[in-house]
């Protein structure tokens, strides 16, 4: 069984610039995540899609970041306009419905705005 | 709002002998804690999770225990391999209905000498 894939693994851009970060999660899992790792962070809660449902987006930093889960399937995060502090690791984790706690990680993108 | 502690950055340890890392919790005790096992350029992977009703829980060599009182978990390696050092990060649920929204801790980095 294919794991939680993200592409790019990844992307340097400029200040100012727009990039998408997407995520494929495990086939079945309905309850898809994103998470930020900033240098020297922990691992911080982004938002919770329930199939193409936000469940939760409490911890979307501003409103430079829009994620989308359109068919509740695949998802793309898109950072417009990047800033400074946007460098980081981006990781998508999904989760089966009935095992919501038991999330799988992707192998995360790497963002570094310059 | 809760907060992880995990004991140490970092943790070295002679091969074979029992490796234990610790977990702090500050606020609410949750209804679940995790601990996960990253790898350099690699997403967390779930290997334990426990309940708030459970003290202690098993998988092969790992052994996790929970104490709410003290508020604190810990993570044990018996019988440590070099194969074993990883970062190993300390996950809470956020005390919600739908429990699954976790936060980390900043993770132990734990090597294991030959």
């Known amino acids: 069984e294919a794991g939680v894939t993200q592409f790019p693994s990844h992307s340097v851009i400029e200040k100012g610039q727009t990039v998408t970060l997407r995520c494929d999660p495990i086939s079945g899992h309905d309850n898809l995540y994103w998470y930020r790792r900033v240098m020297g962070k922990e691992i911080k809660f982004l938002l919770h899609f329930v199939k193409e449902s936000k469940q939760d987006e409490s911890g979307m930093p501003n409103n430079r970041f829009l994620a989308e889960r359109t068919g509740g399937t695949y998802s793309t995060l898109k950072v417009q306009p990047a800033e400074l502090e946007d460098s980081g690791v981006y990781f998508c984790?999904?989760?089966?419905?009935?095992?919501?706690?038991?999330?799988?990680f992707g192998p995360g993108t790497r963002l570094t705005v310059t | 709002s809760q907060k992880i502690e995990q004991n140490s950055e970092a943790l070295n340890i002679q091969e074979g002998k029992t490796a234990t890392l610790t977990c702090n919790y500050t606020n609410y005790s949750p209804a679940y804690l995790q601990w996960y096992r990253q790898d350099p350029g690699r997403g967390p992977v779930f290997l334990l999770l426990i309940r708030e009703n459970e003290k202690e829980k098993r998988k092969e060599r790992l052994k996790v225990t929970f104490d709410t009182t003290l508020k604190q978990s810990l993570f044990h390696i018996t019988a440590s391999q070099p194969a074993d050092s990883a970062t190993y990060l300390c996950a809470l649920d956020q005390g919600y209905s739908s429990a699954s929204k976790i936060i980390f801790g900043s993770g132990t980095r734990l090597s294991i000498r030959p």
């Open positions: 984790a999904s989760s089966q419905p009935t095992r919501s706690y038991e999330q799988y």
